[in-house]
C-alpha cells in the first residue's frame, strides 16, 4: 500500500513556541491531505482537509489562526501549531489519498507526539 | 450527520478464543464502513472495508466483517486471536453526504488477548 510519513514522530516543546509537523506521501501524489487529533484513549478526531494549492477546510471548532494547514505540493502538507499551550498536547495523525471526490483510501501516517510543557 | 458507536470500551479475550468487536452506525444515506487497527503510538491501518456488493468482507490477519443493514451494524469478527492482535480497533464510517470523502470513527475498542 501507498506510504505516508510523519515528522517529527514526538515533539516536547516550551509553552508559548510554535511547532510544525510535517505530513508527505511518499510514492504517490495526495490531491487531499486530512489532520486529525487523537487525545488519550480516545479516537481520532477530523480537524481539516487540506486540498493542494488551496485553503484548508476546517471542522467546526478547530481554530484556523491557531491549527495553520499548508499544503503547498501534492506530496507534503504541513500542520503548525502557532502558540502552543498543554492543552495542545495531543497525537496529531495525517492521513493522505490521491483522488478528490468518490472514495479513494485514506493512507495514515504514523503520527505525532506533541506535549507541550 | 454521520456516527460511529462503538460499545465495547474493552474486550478482554484468551488466545485463540474467537471475538466479536461490535459497531454501530447511524446514517440516513448509503454509507461504506471500514475498521482499522491502532498499534500504541502508530498510525491506524486498514483492517477490511466494505463498499458495496457481498456483506460478509473478509480483511487481512484471519478477521472479517458483516455488514447489516437493518440493524446498521458492522461487526468485526476473528474465530481465532492471537497475542499479537492486541490493539485498539477503530469503526469508521463514510457516507454520500460527505461525498464518501471523510471519515467519522468510533471511540475505540481495546482488545486484550492474554494467553
Known amino acids: 500500500g501507498a506510504v505516508v510519513s510523519q515528522h517529527p514522530s514526538w515533539v516536547i516543546c516550551k509553552s508559548g513556541t510554535s511547532v510544525k509537523i510535517e505530513c508527505r506521501s511518499l510514492?504517490?501524489?495526495?490531491?487531499?491531505m486530512f489532520w486529525y487529533r487523537q487525545f488519550p484513549k480516545q479516537s481520532l478526531m477530523l480537524m481539516a482537509t487540506?486540498?493542494?494549492?488551496?485553503?484548508?477546510?476546517?471542522e467546526q471548532g478547530v481554530e484556523k489562526d491557531k491549527f495553520l494547514i499548508n499544503h503547498a505540493s501534492l506530496t507534503l502538507s504541513t500542520l503548525t501549531v502557532t502558540s502552543a499551550h498543554p492543552e495542545d498536547s495531543s497525537f496529531y495523525i495525517c492521513?493522505?489519498?490521491?483522488?478528490?471526490?468518490?472514495?479513494?483510501?485514506?493512507?495514515f501516517g504514523p503520527g505525532t507526539r506533541l506535549t507541550v510543557l | 450527520a454521520q456516527s460511529v458507536t462503538q460499545l465495547d470500551s474493552q474486550v478482554p479475550v484468551f488466545e485463540e478464543a474467537p471475538v466479536e468487536l461490535r459497531c454501530n452506525y447511524s446514517?440516513?444515506?448509503?454509507?461504506?464502513l471500514f475498521w482499522y487497527v491502532q498499534y500504541p503510538n502508530q498510525g491506524l491501518q486498514l483492517l477490511l472495508k466494505?463498499?458495496?456488493?457481498?456483506?460478509l468482507v473478509k480483511g487481512i490477519n484471519g478477521f472479517e466483517a458483516e455488514f447489516n443493514k437493518s440493524q446498521t451494524s458492522f461487526h468485526l469478527r476473528k474465530p481465532s486471536v492471537h497475542i499479537s492482535d492486541t490493539a485498539e480497533y477503530f469503526c469508521?464510517?463514510?457516507?454520500?453526504?460527505?461525498?464518501?470523502?471523510?471519515?467519522?470513527f468510533g471511540k475505540g475498542t481495546m482488545l486484550l488477548v492474554s494467553p
Open positions: 492521513s493522505a489519498r490521491d483522488k478528490q471526490g468518490g472514495y479513494n483510501e485514506q493512507f
Open positions: 510514492d504517490f501524489q495526495a490531491t487531499t
Open positions: 487540506s486540498n493542494e494549492g488551496s485553503k484548508a477546510t476546517y
Open positions: 446514517s440516513s444515506v448509503s454509507v461504506y
Open positions: 466494505y463498499l458495496s456488493g457481498s456483506t
Open positions: 469508521a464510517v463514510s457516507d454520500r453526504s460527505s461525498g464518501y470523502s471523510t471519515l467519522t
